[in-house]
């Protein structure tokens, strides 16, 4: 089953160009696979992201 409460989601994404400084961003998306899917449809596939969700981030492991 999918989930489909809506996260905030935090990204750095660094995009091909060779003077090109990471761009922060934070989006609302259902899960991580969304999440990226909406960054790589604004920078392209050829961006360099990290992603993370901050409640996630928190839990003990």
């Known amino acids: 089953m999918a ?3 809506v996260r905030p989601y ?10 090109a400084v ?5 989006i609302l998306a259902t ?3 969304d999440a ?3 960054l790589v449809a604004e920078f392209g596939e050829d961006c360099t ?4 969700n ?3 981030a928190e839990r003990p492991r």
């Open 10 to 19: 935090k990204a750095i994404v660094w995009t091909s160009e060779p003077d």
């Open 54 to 56: 901050e409640e996630d």
């Open 36 to 38: 990226n899917a909406q």
């Open 3 to 5: 989930d489909s409460v």
């Open 31 to 33: 899960s991580l696979d």
């Open 49 to 52: 992201m990290t992603l993370w």
């Open 22 to 26: 990471g761009v922060r961003r934070e």
